[in-house]
């Protein structure tokens, strides 16, 4: 018997299968349960404050800031969210803004619970342009997509479950101006900062910027690149005309909610850097740290991400220290 033509057969039936499900699309069974509501920051800006937990069945793995800008020619929409639901959620709160269509989408950074609701935008408003940093329009579809989904699976009970990754349609670049509508988005590139791939966004009309997880609010999680390169992400941030800042997680406001984290990482690295010069590992010198950071001891998952976040910042100044 040819056992190398059924498993060929059973691998091919196994993608057929996939394949077919995924065309399927998303299942309504799984739709946001309740429409989020809007924050006004600007006359023309709102926001959509999502919870700041980890991915959960209660939230339906929801967990960001989506942006709406409002334009003369549509709305644009900033990090449309983590499923395909949250996507759709988030066209169904532009509609109750107004009767003009989706016209583009800013993706922040490659991390999927910002971007995966990129489906559920498209599938409403298939003309929509995507935008986002070169690096993601590289990878984030092919290499990260799927991860995201699984890992959403895995911690809310199947609530990604029918999203497909939709990726990045034109890249932008550093110092870039994109007019939408007559308004003004300003790209800023910050270098590996939270991500190797972050981008933020002012809005020099409404005096607003998006800062993506360069900035997060109440909210502790590892990181992806650079303390340092995070810490000057912010200052470069915060030398706009913006007076109004959003974060990728948690309350927007003003000056304060930038230097809140600001001083959060730089506390940190001013610790990691000051007991590695004791001689102590990153264990070790865990329990020095939360006391300093003790200001910071009810942020969400700080206490699981303390550890890994004392780690990275290890690395980052044995590599300088070296």
Do not use: C
Not at 171 to 196: C, K, M, N, Q, Y
Request: glycine share 10%; aromatic share 8%; charged share 25%.
């Amino acid at each position: 018997m040819n056992w190398s033509f059924i498993g060929n057969g059973v691998a091919l039936l196994m993608l057929l299968f996939a394949v077919a499900a995924q065309a399927a699309g998303p299942d309504p069974a799984r739709a946001i349960t309740k429409d989020y509501p809007l924050e006004r920051l600007t006359p023309n800006v709102y926001i959509i404050r999502g919870p700041t937990q980890d991915p959960m069945p209660e939230t339906q793995a929801f967990r960001n800031n989506p942006g709406i800008v409002l334009t003369k020619e549509g709305a644009v929409v900033i990090d449309p969210g983590s499923t395909v639901y949250v996507g759709e959620m988030v066209v169904r709160r532009v509609k109750s803004l107004t009767k003009k269509p989706i016209v583009a989408v800013f993706d922040t950074h490659s991390h999927g619970d910002h971007w995966l609701g990129n489906e559920g935008i498209k599938l409403a408003f298939p003309r929509a342009v995507i935008y986002g940093h070169p690096k993601m329009k590289e990878m984030a579809v092919q290499t990260q997509g799927q991860q995201w989904i699984k890992a959403f699976n895995n911690l809310s009970n199947g609530a990604a479950e029918g999203t497909t990754p939709v990726g990045v349609d034109k890249a932008v670049h550093d110092d870039e101006i994109v007019v939408i509508g007559g308004t003004r988005f300003h790209i800023l590139f910050p270098g590996p900062a939270h991500s190797e791939d972050d981008i933020m966004i002012e809005l020099p009309d409404e005096k607003v910027l998006f800062f993506g997880d360069i900035v997060r609010d109440d909210l502790a999680g590892p990181f992806t690149a650079s303390y340092k390169g995070n810490i000057e992400a912010i200052d470069r941030g915060l030398k706009t005309d913006a007076t109004v800042f959003v974060p990728g997680h948690g309350h927007s406001g003003d000056r304060s909610v930038a230097m809140k984290y600001r001083t959060f990482l730089e506390t940190m690295r001013e610790q990691v850097r000051a007991n590695y010069k004791l001689g102590l590992t990153d264990f070790e010198m865990k329990s020095k740290i939360a006391e300093a950071l003790k200001d910071y001891r009810d942020w969400g998952n700080m206490t699981e991400s303390l550890g890994p976040l004392i780690s990275t910042a290890y690395s980052e100044i044995e590599k300088e220290e070296f």
